[in-house]
């Protein structure tokens, strides 16, 4: 009896991965935006708490977390949930990842952050609006936008006059985003129990902006900061959008790649060549043993 060649669906190739990458990461920046949104815009211009007391850093933080944990336990076990053409760099220089997927899982990535940003748009620019007539702030794209624009991408603290300080900090900020990610991921190393993968995922997000957020506001993703920000312009925030200040737009672009792939590097250097080490030798001590044994019953 013949048998019938089942046609490859879409599902199976690249073109699944990529709609898990746009997914992911459109639910990343929903609820990453949204939670600075909420914390900028959302809670006085609703009577939800008293006039500029409005969120906390925490809460911005903490939001980010667990959007990076529900983002990558959605969309993880199709593409990996990087989430971030960062994470995808090195996991492409690790090996992981082929080079040909590079790109494509970066334009997905850039295409959810964009999509995730209108979400929020579109959701608060009612309270946007309230906080602009509050705040007599005639357009986005004036100087006074600045502060609804932080709902959507980043910038630089105002006491930088230049952009190293800035870059630094983004190389530094991804940097310890890809060394914890891959210590995690390493089932070599401790690894985690069960699914908790996302979740440390989510903590180490939050650690990075507790300890190093406010220099220039842990973007560590060039398509959280790129998709957003393209949206922010089409949407009328102008200057504040693109180039920001003092040029800083390309900053959350090149900081992220150089410090993703610098992490591989260290992390291979410093812990996942010794962990191979230790384990050959393990092996090997266990080979001998095994040897050992039979020899010894053999006589």
């Given at each position: 009896?013949?048998?019938?060649?089942?046609?490859?669906?879409?599902?199976?190739?690249?073109?699944?991965?990529?709609?898990?990458?746009?997914?992911?990461?459109?639910?990343?920046?929903?609820?990453?935006?949204?939670?600075?949104a909420v914390a900028v815009v959302g809670l006085t211009e609703s009577?939800?708490?008293?006039?500029?007391?409005?969120?906390?850093?925490?809460?911005?933080?903490?939001?980010?977390?667990?959007?990076?944990?529900?983002?990558?336990?959605?969309?993880?076990?199709?593409?990996?949930?990087?989430?971030?053409?960062?994470?995808?760099?090195?996991?492409?220089?690790?090996?992981?990842?082929?080079?040909?997927?590079?790109?494509?899982?970066?334009?997905?990535?850039?295409?959810?952050?964009?999509?995730?940003?209108?979400?929020?748009?579109?959701?608060?620019?009612?309270?946007?609006?309230?906080?602009?007539?509050?705040?007599?702030?005639?357009?986005?794209?004036?100087?006074?936008?600045?502060?609804?624009?932080?709902?959507?991408?980043?910038?630089?603290?105002?006491?930088?006059?230049?952009?190293?300080?800035?870059?630094?900090?983004?190389?530094?900020?991804?940097?310890?985003?890809?060394l914890f990610i891959l210590g995690i991921n390493d089932m070599k190393n401790l690894g985690v129990v069960g699914n908790m993968g996302p979740f440390m995922v989510g903590i180490a997000v939050a650690a990075i902006g507790m300890s190093f957020g406010v220099d220039a506001g842990y973007a560590i993703n060039p398509a959280r900061d790129f998709g957003p920000r393209l949206f922010a312009w089409i949407a009328g925030y102008g200057h504040n959008a693109f180039p920001g200040p003092l040029g800083y737009w390309w900053v959350p672009i090149v900081g992220p790649l150089v410090g993703g792939g610098l992490a591989v590097f260290v992390y291979r250097w410093f812990i996942e060549k010794t962990l191979v080490e230790r384990a050959a030798e393990k092996a090997k001590q266990s080979a001998q043993s095994k040897s050992e044994n039979v020899l010894n019953h053999g006589a």
């Open positions: 009896m013949r048998t019938v060649a089942r046609k490859k669906g879409w599902r199976s190739t690249m073109l699944g991965e990529l709609m898990a990458e746009y997914l992911g990461t459109l639910i990343l920046i929903a609820f990453g935006d949204g939670v600075v009577g939800r708490t008293p006039p500029n007391l409005g969120g906390s850093w925490l809460l911005i933080t903490w939001g980010w977390a667990f959007a990076v944990a529900l983002a990558v336990y959605v969309t993880g076990g199709v593409s990996g949930a990087h989430l971030n053409p960062a994470v995808s760099l090195a996991m492409a220089m690790k090996g992981d990842l082929p080079w040909r997927k590079f790109i494509p899982y970066s334009v997905a990535q850039i295409l959810g952050a964009f999509s995730g940003a209108a979400i929020v748009f579109w959701n608060y620019y009612r309270a946007i609006d309230a906080y602009d007539v509050q705040h007599h702030i005639l357009s986005l794209a004036s100087a006074g936008g600045g502060a609804t624009f932080g709902i959507f991408a980043t910038s630089p603290a105002p006491y930088f006059v230049h952009l190293w300080g800035p870059l630094l900090d983004q190389i530094l900020g991804t940097l310890f985003l890809l």
